[in-house]
Antibody, heavy 126, light 107 residues
Framework: QAQLVESGGGVVQPGKSLRLSCAASGFTFSNDAMHWVRQAPGKGLEWVAV????????YYTDSVKGRFTISRDNSKNTLYLQMNSLTLEDTAVYYC???????????????????WGQGTTVTVSS | AIQMTQSPSSLSASVGDRVTITCRAGQDIGNDLDWYQQKPGKAPKLLIYGASNLQSGVPSRFSGSGSGTDFTLTISSLQPEDFAIYYCQEEHNFPWTFGQGTKVDIK
């Protein structure tokens, strides 16, 4: 079945960079949009970014624009999140998630996030 | 970004109870609304997409309704495994936004 495994989290100083990875298996990775969602300690969920199935479109939440870059390598079934200029407010568990897709009468509909990884923890601390 | 407001923030209920959680969008989002369940230390799980479509594998005691700005998640008969935090999330425009969550705990 579909599975996502994040890696790359850790403790980093403010202003530094970190790259997260998300390895996908059990589905055709190149068919689906992919997302990053984060959750600060004791807080709710915050959607971070999305990349289209072919990498043609990318969108970000305002607080990470210009600092974070989402990308994917469909040949490696891997999603990435390059995080630069990290701040204390970026401390969170980061989840990758697969965009939902359903085909009805030859039409494709996209929805939500239907498969999630277990998360990787990023701690920004001096 | 579209603001999503859930109510209540928390509720206490007993096994077998009917539970209703509401979510209000700051603007008309049609039926571009999903619901997720999250248990402590675990990743969220998609329950409902498109406001009322049950995700594959999710028990039928979960249902969603609404359109425009007002939405509802209903659990028809609460089970022990349903004690969790529930989030609504709009997918009408990027950036997507989540509600603040509703914690369902044991009375």
């Amino acid at each position: 079945q579909a599975q996502l495994v994040e890696s790359g989290g850790g403790v980093v100083q403010p202003g530094k960079s970190l790259r997260l990875s998300c390895a996908a298996s059990g589905f055709t990775f190149s068919n689906d949009a992919m997302h990053w969602v984060r959750q600060a300690p004791g807080k709710g969920l915050e959607w971070v970014a999305v990349v289209w199935h072919d990498g043609s479109n990318k969108y970000y939440t305002d607080s990470v624009k210009g600092r974070f870059t989402i990308s994917r390598d469909n040949s490696k079934n891997t999603l990435y999140l390059q995080m630069n200029s990290l701040t204390l407010e970026d401390t969170a568990v980061y989840y990758c998630a697969k965009g939902g897709r359903i085909v009805v009468e030859s039409r494709t509909y996209y929805y939500g996030m239907d498969v999630w990884g277990q998360g990787t923890t990023v701690t920004v601390s001096s | 970004a579209i603001q999503m407001t859930q109510s209540p923030s928390s509720l206490s209920a007993s096994v077998g109870d009917r539970v209703t959680i509401t979510c209000r969008a700051g603007q008309d989002i049609g039926n571009d609304l999903d619901w997720y369940q999250q248990k402590p230390g675990k990743a969220p799980k998609l329950l409902i997409y498109g406001a009322s479509n049950l995700q594959s594998g999710v028990p039928s005691r979960f249902s969603g309704s609404g359109s425009g700005t007002d939405f509802t998640l209903t659990i028809s008969s609460l089970q022990p495994e349903d004690f969790a935090i529930y989030y609504c999330q709009e997918e009408h425009n990027f950036p997507w936004t989540f509600g603040q969550g509703t914690k369902v705990d044991i009375k």
